[in-house]
Nanobody, 126 residues
Framework: QVQLVESGGDLVQPGGSLRLACAIS????????IGWLRQIPGKEREGVSV????????YYADSVKGRFTIFRDKAKNTVYLEMSNLKPEDTAVYYC???????????????????WGQGTQVTVSS
């Protein structure tokens, strides 16, 4: 059974940094993608960043390019989202999710993801 457990959410001041972690277990497929998606209050869930399990390709939403970095520690089966220069509009519940479809144009689509973590709250406020 696939399990995703997020951690690292916190309250941080604007301009600050935070690292989220997603511990993954139970995956048996060879080609999949791991995404970080977020849900801002009053808005639909949106894709933030994705990484391929096979070739390490990455995707970033325009709103986070240059500020967020996604990377993976294969030995620990953990995917991280390093967030810097955080803005109040980054406040959201951040979810880790896996799509079994592998890498393709669908990675930006919330409905492409089969497995989800419970989410972790990130609040950017002074």
């Amino acid at each position: 059974q696939v399990q995703l457990v997020e951690s690292g959410g916190d309250l941080v001041q604007p301009g600050g940094s935070l690292r989220l972690a997603c511990a993954i277990s139970g995956i048996t497929m060879d080609d999949y993608a791991i995404g970080w998606l977020r849900q801002i209050p009053g808005k639909e869930r949106e894709g933030v960043s994705v990484i391929s399990s096979r070739h390490g390709s990455t995707y970033y939403a325009d709103s986070v390019k240059g500020r967020f970095t996604i990377f993976r520690d294969k030995a620990k089966n953990t995917v991280y989202l390093e967030m810097s220069n955080l803005k109040p509009e980054d406040t959201a519940v951040y979810y880790c999710a896996v799509t079994s479809r592998g890498w393709g144009p669908w990675i930006q689509t919330v409905h492409a993801y089969d497995y989800w973590g419970q989410g972790t709250q990130v609040t950017v406020s002074s």
